[in-house]
């Protein structure tokens, strides 16, 4: 089974709190996650991305944690912005050392209030 | 700054009309994508290019879209003939050969409307 299930679909955080986006997979040969930022009019962003040999990838305030045997990653965004409102998707492909297709999850829609 | 490009980047036409989406993958990059995105079915893929071959189009509707790349600096999407439910926004997506990284850089998409 293909699917990447995302959750929650909505979320609201307040400026300096926060957010955390759950991401589960079922494919046991995914071994690519990455999390695709996705502003108004425009398309996805890579924002992050971990592969299953790390537990935990940090890139400023944007982290992914990764739990293989559980096969759930998520994406956490300390001290949320104004500027982090956006649609967050993660995703995960069979890398077979080349550029592979990605699996989507279907998107959390970010707002930080101030 | 390299970007990926679509044209064009609206288009509204009628039902039963031919539609052809255009993408100019990042100079280089050798792996084109092509994923559609609805509010119902989120992003999904429907095809993807590596060295210009098709590697995969089984998201694609075969009686009605057509994907090509007729060289390494142009991508092609068709939809002949076009139906309301194709309304939807089509990216493309370039990726460079592999060094570890499997980063998809998108276009910024082309929001079409089927009437």
């Known amino acids: 089974q293909q699917q990447v299930k995302q959750s929650p679909q909505s979320l609201i955080v307040q400026k300096g709190g926060i957010s955390i986006i759950n991401c589960a997979y079922e494919?046991?040969?995914?071994?690519?996650f990455p999390w695709y930022q996705q502003f108004p009019g425009k398309g996805p962003a890579l924002l992050i991305a971990i592969r299953p040999d790390v537990s935990e990838k940090k890139e400023g305030r944007f982290t992914i944690s990764f739990n293989k045997s559980a096969k759930q990653f998520s994406l956490h965004i300390m001290d949320s912005q104004p500027g982090d409102s956006a649609t967050y998707f993660c995703?995960?492909?069979?890398?077979?050392?080349?550029?592979?297709?990605?699996?989507f999850g279907t998107g959390t829609r970010l707002t930080i209030i101030p | 700054d390299a970007r990926v490009t679509q044209t064009p980047r609206h288009k509204v036409t009628e039902m039963g009309q031919e539609v052809t989406m255009r993408c100019q993958p990042i100079l280089g990059h050798n792996t084109v994508f092509w994923y559609r995105q609805t509010m119902m079915q989120g992003l999904e893929l429907l095809a993807y290019?590596?060295?210009?071959?098709?590697?995969?189009d089984s998201g694609m509707p075969k009686d009605r879209f057509s994907a090509e790349m007729p060289d390494a600096t142009l991508a092609t999407l068709k939809i002949q003939p076009s139906e309301p439910r194709d309304s939807a926004v089509y990216f493309c997506a370039s990726g460079p050969p592999w060094s570890g990284e499997d980063t998809q850089y998108f276009g910024p998409g082309t929001r079409l409307t089927v009437l």
């Open positions: 290019f590596r060295n210009r071959a098709p590697l995969d």
């Open positions: 995703a995960a492909s069979i890398s077979n050392f080349g550029n592979e297709k990605l699996t």
């Open positions: 494919n046991t040969a995914f071994d690519y």
